[in-house]
């Protein structure tokens, strides 16, 4: 080792002599872009004046949780999947190990370090801490804002301000779609922060973020916004941004230079729990349309049609004869439910709802959500080469039902040829027909070639081909004899419950 560092320090020593000689000259030329450079480091924002203004409205919240021993005295640790979706949210972490608080150099015993897995001896009624995380004060009389899982599962919540005055909070509410919560505190003219608007923050601008990273009380850092509306959810596109967010960031305010709140910091994409460049904050407009129905209510109410929708392809579009790949494509209508009612069917692209462009799939769930319950709402859908306007009635937003599988029983003899997509089909028995609720279409029996690579699978229905409705399996078969070999085709294939389009492009008999 000596040896090394010896001969590196005389090659170190070489290298600065040369440097002395060769590069002084250089220094000389390479003065006007210095003072360049020095112009441009002053021009930079000075944070030092906001951060004092908004500062002491950020706190600091931790949770604990309640363990109650067996009759054996044994402790269970919570449960395993929960706990890993909370590290995910909160944390970042995804390893084996990864806990509450739990960042580099952490162990076992350490304030913030998860605690041993598995069964422990505790005395009954422990309180444990679960995590740490951030807030803001957003009202003088107590209200705080944070993430919704920042708070979930925990028994008590407590809140540190600045000045090191503890409260200890009341949860509202908290919304898992929205990943919002609202916390009371009993206080008084408590220090508060401005809300902004999220609607019209622009990709480039300077914003701060202030939290408890790792634990560490108020720490500030700043950066850029990435992207205004990054996709990330059914119900909201998340703000983008370059910000260092770590463990216990979530629930800190994301603010502009003017002071104001523009979202919630609630996610970082990380594989090793760290800042990785690329952190998700909550849009504060849609947080502060939440808190003010937790406020109410204690929960959030969202309209609903009755859909679900996948994203359309490119390939479909053009199938379909859509110049632009844009709408949401209705894999399945809800019996009974609004869409269902107002005439809505499988395989419909929704192409507007009440006037607005669907540029992607995600963004109908936002609009229905956020339309008033009862009222009605008009949705213009493609269908079979034409647009049509469609009214629905807002229905309030509930849990998906279970799909239905088709009976196979009593299943009639298959077509003998297999055709140009690869995959033979037989006619739905009266069974089928009656429990899929179908009048028509035709069974796949065997698949290979193009359809086999495209996902489609034995037992799928087909119910259209290229904007043609199928009756039965002969039908279907003449049609694609009549099929141009260099062009896609798509058929719109029901699986289950679950209706989508696939494009298929010919092969060769």
């Known amino acids: 080792m000596t040896t090394t560092t010896s001969v590196a320090g005389k090659a170190l020593t070489a290298l600065m002599l040369s440097a002395g000689v060769c590069f002084a000259p250089a220094l000389m030329l390479m003065a006007p872009s210095a003072q360049a450079a020095t112009a441009a480091v002053a021009g930079l924002p000075d944070f030092t004046e906001l951060v004092d203004k908004v500062g002491p409205a950020v706190v600091n919240i931790r949770t604990t949780e309640h363990f109650k021993a067996g009759a054996d005295g044994a402790q269970a640790a919570p449960d395993e999947e929960e706990m890993r979706e909370f590290l995910r949210r909160f944390f970042g972490g995804n390893g084996p190990g990864a806990g509450p608080g739990a960042g580099p150099g952490a162990t076992p015993g350490a304030p913030g370090a998860p605690a041993p897995r598995g069964r422990r001896q505790a005395p009954p009624d ?51 779609r929205s990943d919002v919560a609202l916390l009371k505190i009993d206080g008084a003219k408590l220090p508060t922060l401005t809300m902004g608007d999220s609607s019209k923050i622009r990709v480039g601008e300077w914003v701060i973020a202030i939290g408890s990273p790792f634990n560490l009380e ?84 969202r309209g609903r049609i009755g859909v679900q929708i996948g994203e359309l392809g490119k390939e479909v579009a053009e199938s379909l004869g859509l110049k632009n790949a844009q709408g949401a494509e209705v894999s399945l209508v809800e019996p009974g439910g609004p869409a269902d009612k107002a005439g809505i069917k499988a395989g419909d692209i929704i192409l507007k709802f009440n006037g607005e462009q669907i540029s992607r799939s995600s963004d109908l769930p936002r609009l229905v959500g956020s339309t008033e319950l009862g009222s009605k709402a008009v949705v213009t859908i493609w269908r079979k080469g034409g647009q049509l306007d469609v009214p629905v009635t807002i229905a309030e937003l509930a849990a998906d039902k279970p799909a239905k599988v088709a009976a196979g029983k009593g299943k009639p003899k298959a077509e003998a040829a297999s055709n140009v997509l690869g995959f033979k089909v037989s006619d739905l028995t009266a069974a089928q027909k009656k429990e899929l609720e179908l009048d028509g279409g035709a069974s796949v029996d065997e698949v290979d070639g193009v359809a086999s690579k495209a996902g489609i699978r034995v037992g799928d229905v087909i119910l259209q081909l290229n904007n043609v409705e199928i009756k039965d399996a002969k039908q279907f078969n003449a049609a694609v004899a009549k099929l141009d070999p260099k062009k896609p085709s798509v058929v719109l294939v029901r699986r289950g419950d679950v209706t989508q389009f696939v494009s298929l492009k010919p092969s060769a008999k």
């Open 218 to 301: 108020n720490t500030v850092t700043a950066g850029i916004i990435s992207a205004k509306a990054r996709d990330t959810g059914d119900y909201l596109a998340l703000i983008q941004s370059d910000v260092a967010v770590n463990p216990g960031n979530s629930g800190g305010p994301m603010i502009n230079m003017r002071g104001e709140v523009i979202g919630i910091n609630s996610q970082i994409a990380t594989l090793s729990g760290g800042y990785n460049g690329i952190s998700f904050a909550v849009p504060i407009n849609e947080a502060m349309r939440v808190s003010d129905q937790l406020r109410k209510s204690g929960k959030v109410t």
């Open 126 to 176: 422990e309180e444990v801490q679960r995590g740490i995380g951030s807030g803001f004060i957003i009202s003088a009389d107590g209200y705080v804002l944070t993430n919704a899982h920042v708070v979930d599962g925990a028994d008590e919540v407590y809140v540190t301000l600045t000045d090191k005055r503890e409260f200890k909070a009341k949860v509202l509410g908290a919304d898992a």
